[in-house]
């Protein structure tokens, strides 16, 4: 049962588009994490919120954390190639033990 | 600090074969996780260790798995018999502190191929 589902699983956009991944659940996080995976590399912290409703900024990245805590969303401005790779959130429950979303795969075309 | 170091990074062997993979933490680092990723079932926990006992291994496929950390620095995960649905990527990540949202530094993985 996977306790994390990413949608879309796939994305293939132009550079300059904007676009946004949803990351759901039926049960409530004490936070959330997004990751970014680029090929032959291990996934690579982006962020982590942690209050409902919380939003943060990273530059063209916007994440938002779900009021119940139960769903994040990350959107990019203007993609650009660079944003190619794959989107992981990751999710903790009042453990130390991190749970990871099926994951969304974006490709920018230049 | 070099980060997490994982050995081999490919690994090609043949069905039956007992498989070894290493990963040595961030040194200071009191959590490892090893983690498996494939295409259908996306990067699964298999089992987390914290001051090298380990905590939750409800992720390990089935007896064919084993994995330990001897001491602060050194895990292995051991795959005896391998099988072909054993291939897959597979990822050691470390954090230090217990808290659900310390960063996890994952290693570069190990790539494993039964034929």
């Known amino acids: 049962t996977q306790l994390l589902e990413q949608s879309p699983q796939f994305l293939s956009i132009q550079e300059g588009e904007n676009l946004t991944v949803y990351c759901n659940s039926s049960?409530?996080?004490?936070?959330l994490q997004w990751y970014r995976q680029e090929p032959g590399e291990g996934p690579v912290l982006l962020v982590t919120?942690?209050?409902?409703?919380e939003v943060k900024k990273l530059k063209r990245l916007t994440f938002q954390f779900g009021d119940a805590r139960k769903d994040s969303s990350l959107h990019i401005t203007a993609a650009q190639p660079g944003d190619t790779g794959l989107y992981l959130c990751?999710?903790?429950?009042?453990?130390?033990?991190?749970?990871f979303g099926t994951g969304t795969r974006l490709q920018v075309f230049p | 600090d070099a980060g997490v170091i994982q050995s081999p990074r490919h690994e090609v062997t043949e069905m039956g074969q007992e498989v070894t993979l290493r990963c040595k933490p961030i040194?200071?680092?009191?959590?490892l996780f090893w983690y498996r990723q494939t295409m259908m079932r996306g990067l699964e926990l298999l089992i987390y260790?914290?001051?090298?006992?380990?905590?939750?291994d409800s992720g390990m496929p089935e007896d064919r798995f084993s994995a330990k950390m001897p001491n602060a620095s050194f895990s292995t995960l051991k795959i005896q018999p391998s099988e072909p649905r054993d291939s897959a990527v597979y990822f050691c990540?470390?954090?230090?502190?217990?808290?659900?949202?310390?960063?996890?530094?994952f290693g570069q993985g190990t790539r494993l191929t039964v034929v």
């Open positions: 990540a470390s954090k230090g502190g217990a808290w659900v949202n310390t960063e996890a530094f």
């Open positions: 049960s409530v996080f004490s936070s």
């Open positions: 919120v942690v209050t409902g409703g």
């Open positions: 040194s200071g680092h009191d959590y």
């Open positions: 990751a999710g903790g429950r009042n453990t130390d033990k991190l749970i």
């Open positions: 260790f914290n001051n090298n006992v380990p905590i939750d």
